[in-house]
């Protein structure tokens, strides 16, 4: 049992070390498309460290609130504990904060975009099984969304006086 579980935290940090990497990158890229974004300085690295450490720390508490036999707890999702533990951590210390402000916002978002791709992905199977009205009630969501967006935009231009 023991070394499963430890089996899964290896798995774990690696795809979170290569998240890290691919954070890097795009970072690395967009600062060679706009030389005025966030650098990457000793500060980035610290910060990579810093979220990766948090990562793991909420999956630590995660495996170990599983073992308790409070439901509520035991549901609660990993990105939840992974917010807590960074919630926690920063209101300690602003070494914290100061760390992960190294690391470019949108360089943070593209694994994120490319792992909900790929869990997208995934369930493609299943989307197919399901009957072909959830498509038109699919398109009637994002129309009436970016109607409404819309909307809201133009009333905020006219308010604005643009």
């Known amino acids: ?3 499963k579980q430890t089996n899964e935290y290896v798995k774990i940090s690696g795809v979170l070390l290569l998240s890290v990497l691919f954070i890097l990158f795009t970072q690395g890229i967009k600062l060679l498309k706009n030389p005025e974004s966030t650098p990457i300085t000793l500060q980035t690295f610290q910060g990579l460290i810093v979220l990766w450490s948090f990562s793991m720390i909420g999956v630590g508490v995660s495996n170990l609130v599983k073992k308790l036999n409070v439901k509520v707890l035991a549901d609660f999702p990993i990105l ?8 926690i951590f920063c209101l300690i210390s602003d070494f914290f904060v100061q760390a992960i402000s190294g690391v470019d916002f949108l ?4 694994p994120i975009l490319a792992f909900a791709g790929l869990s997208v992905a995934d ?11 959830i498509a038109i009630v699919a398109v009637f969501v994002f ?9 809201i ?7 604005s006086g643009k």
Do not use: F, N, P
């Open 107 to 110: 360089s943070i978002t593209t």
């Open 123 to 133: 369930s493609l199977v299943d989307l197919r099984k399901t009957s072909w009205r």
């Open 153 to 159: 935009a133009q009333i905020g231009l006219i308010l």
């Open 80 to 87: 939840g504990w992974v917010s807590i533990v960074s919630l």
């Open 1 to 3: 049992m023991e070394k």
């Open 143 to 151: 129309i009436g969304t970016y109607a409404g967006s819309a909307i």
